[in-house]
C-alpha cells in the first residue's frame, strides 16, 4: 500500500519555464514533508520541506506547497534549469517502529527540462 | 555541511561471501542513521533504522541475521551483508540525521554492490 503517491513517473519541461511535481498522500498522521533530488547512482539530496502547520514555504527556486484537506502537496521549480534534471521524490515524515521517526517515500518524478 | 561518506563506493564479490559498507557523517554527529536500498526503476526501500549504541531496528522483510547493523559510535554505522547472493545485488544507500533534530535526513553517494 503505496502511503505517498508520485503519479506522474515523469515530466518534461522547457528551459525557463515553471516545474510542477506532485504528490499525494493517504496518512493523516504525516506531520512533516520533504522534497528530495537524485541523480542516477548518487544519493538522494534534500532540497526543501513543509511542516503540517504549514501551507506554504518558499527557498529560492524552490516553493512547496502543501493543502491538507486534499492529502496533496506540490513541488514548484521557477524557472527551471536544465540542471534541475533529475529524479524528485517526495517523503512524508512518520513515526515507525520503536518511536523511531522514518520517511516514507513517493516512487519519484523523472524531470527533464528542455534548453 | 551535513555530508555523509559511504565506502566503498562500489564493491564486487562472490557469492557465499560477506561485505561490508561504512556510513560516517563527516561534519555533524548522527544519533540514528538509515540504510535503503533502491533497485532499478523504484523508489528507496527503508532497510533498517538503526540509533547510535543500541540495535537497530529493522522493517518488515528484512532478514536482521542476512544485514547486520553496526551503530558503534555519532558519526560511524556499518551495514554487513553476509553470505551474499546475487538476489542481493542493489544500490545500498545510507542516511543520518543530525542529533537533535526530528526530520531532514541526509544521504550518502551510496554503494553498487554486485554479487556475481
Known amino acids: 500500500d503505496q502511503q505517498v503517491k508520485q503519479n506522474s513517473p515523469s515530466l518534461s519541461v522547457q528551459e525557463g519555464r515553471i516545474s510542477i511535481l506532485n504528490c499525494d498522500y493517504t496518512?493523516?498522521?504525516?506531520?512533516?514533508f520533504l522534497w528530495y533530488k537524485k541523480y542516477p547512482a548518487e544519493g538522494p539530496t534534500f532540497l526543501i520541506s513543509?511542516?503540517?502547520i504549514k501551507d506554504k514555504n518558499e527557498d529560492g527556486r524552490f516553493t512547496v506547497f502543501l493543502n491538507k484537506s486534499a492529502k496533496h502537496l506540490s513541488l514548484h521549480i521557477v524557472p527551471s534549469q536544465p540542471g534541475d534534471s533529475a529524479v524528485y521524490f517526495c517523503?512524508?515524515?512518520?513515526?515507525?517502529?520503536?518511536?523511531?521517526?522514518?520517511?516514507?517515500w513517493g516512487l519519484g518524478t523523472s524531470l527533464a527540462v528542455n534548453p | 555541511g551535513a555530508v555523509v561518506s559511504q565506502h566503498p563506493s562500489r564493491v564486487i564479490c562472490k557469492s557465499g561471501t560477506s561485505v561490508k559498507i561504512e556510513c560516517r557523517s563527516l561534519?555533524?554527529?548522527?544519533?540514528?542513521m538509515f540504510w535503503y536500498r533502491q533497485f532499478p526503476k523504484q523508489s528507496l526501500m527503508l532497510m533498517a533504522t538503526?540509533?547510535?549504541?543500541?540495535?537497530?531496528?529493522?522493517e518488515q522483510g528484512v532478514e536482521k541475521d542476512k544485514f547486520l547493523i553496526n551503530h558503534a559510535s555519532l558519526t560511524l554505522s556499518t551495514l554487513t551483508v553476509t553470505s551474499a547472493h546475487p538476489e542481493d545485488s542493489s544500490f545500498y544507500i545510507c542516511?543520518?540525521?543530525?542529533?537533535?533534530?526530528?526530520?531532514?535526513?541526509?544521504f550518502g553517494p551510496g554503494t553498487r554492490l554486485t554479487v556475481t
Open positions: 542516511s543520518a540525521r543530525v542529533a537533535g533534530t526530528s526530520y531532514e535526513q541526509y
Open positions: 561534519d555533524f554527529q548522527a544519533t540514528t
Open positions: 538503526s540509533n547510535e549504541g543500541s540495535k537497530a531496528t529493522y
Open positions: 496518512n493523516s498522521m504525516f506531520d512533516y
Open positions: 513543509i511542516s503540517s
Open positions: 517523503a512524508a515524515s512518520a513515526l515507525g517502529a520503536g518511536n523511531n521517526r522514518k520517511l516514507i
